[in-house]
């Protein structure tokens, strides 16, 4: 009989050990509740959704500049979602950072059509914070540093 509990309760504790393994967290191990972190699991709407929200507030915008830049974020999204998926089958991503950018710079203009002339003097110095704060990451180590072979 006790051979009988000490195995039924080893299979017990097995059980439990197993369902909780199999539990899956809302927010990922490390640094995943810091902002930006898990970016990459989101829809190109999700993603539109995001920078016109982000853009609305920082500048301003009214409601007719929103529904445009959402339409224009939307579609930036989209095809970059399209090239991402064209380079990570690839074995070579040599194209991409150029296609990225061409990609980039025709949205930017298009953004620049919607905006009044203080809020494109305001993106422009926002997005210029957010390069140099990108390159002092890079230069602390805070990034992942792409590696030529």
Excluded: F
């Excluded at 059980?15 to 699991?41: E, I, K, L």
């Amino acid at each position: 009989m006790k051979k009988t509990l000490v195995v039924l309760a080893a299979c017990l504790l097995t059980a439990v050990g197993a369902a909780n393994a199999q539990s899956t967290d809302a927010a990922p191990m490390g640094r995943g509740n810091r902002m930006g972190q898990g970016r990459g699991n989101l829809t190109p709407e999700q993603r539109a959704e995001m920078q016109t929200k982000r853009l609305t507030t920082q500048l301003g915008l009214t409601a007719d500049q929103t529904t445009k830049v959402q339409a224009i974020a939307l579609a930036e999204n989209q095809e970059l979602a399209t090239l991402r998926g064209k380079y990570a089958a690839a074995d070579s991503r040599q194209g991409a950072g150029q296609e990225m950018k061409a990609l980039r710079d025709k949205y930017e203009t298009q953004l620049k059509a919607v905006l009044t002339p203080e809020q494109l003097t305001k993106y422009d110095q926002l997005r210029d914070e957010r390069t140099d704060n990108r390159r002092d990451k890079m230069k602390a180590g805070g990034m992942k540093q792409k590696v030529k072979a």
